[in-house]
């Protein structure tokens, strides 16, 4: 396992790992994708529980705000 994954509680270590690989398989397809085009003044957020997301790389001579919110009591579904 990578040392970013948990056990897959219930299943051997080996049996949870190749769930996880599948799994990582079927999200990575494009259809799954999105990618926002930046203008001034929007906000974008997501559920970090629900969401894997990346960010491509940007240029660090220009101004980026990023402000994170945290709530309380949420549980993965």
């Not at 990578?2 to 051997?12: K, P, R």
């Not at 969401?51 to 709530?71: C, E, G, I, M, W």
């Given at each position: 396992?990578?040392?970013t994954?948990?056990?897959?509680?219930?299943?051997e270590?080996?049996e949870?790992s190749?769930?996880?690989?599948q799994?990582?398989?079927?999200l990575?397809?494009?259809?799954f994708?999105?990618q926002?085009k930046?203008?001034?003044?929007?906000?974008v957020y997501?559920?970090?529980?629900?969401?894997?997301?990346?960010?491509?790389?940007?240029?660090?001579n220009?101004?980026?705000?990023?402000k994170?919110v945290s709530?309380?009591g949420?549980r993965?579904?």
């Amino acid at each position: 396992m990578a040392a970013t994954e948990v056990e897959v509680v219930g299943l051997e270590p080996e049996e949870g790992s190749k769930l996880v690989e599948q799994l990582r398989k079927h999200l990575n397809q494009p259809k799954f994708y999105y990618q926002h085009k930046w203008s001034i003044g929007d906000i974008v957020y997501w559920d970090n529980q629900a969401t894997l997301h990346y960010r491509q790389a940007f240029d660090p001579n220009q101004r980026r705000v990023l402000k994170r919110v945290s709530l309380a009591g949420s549980r993965p579904f």
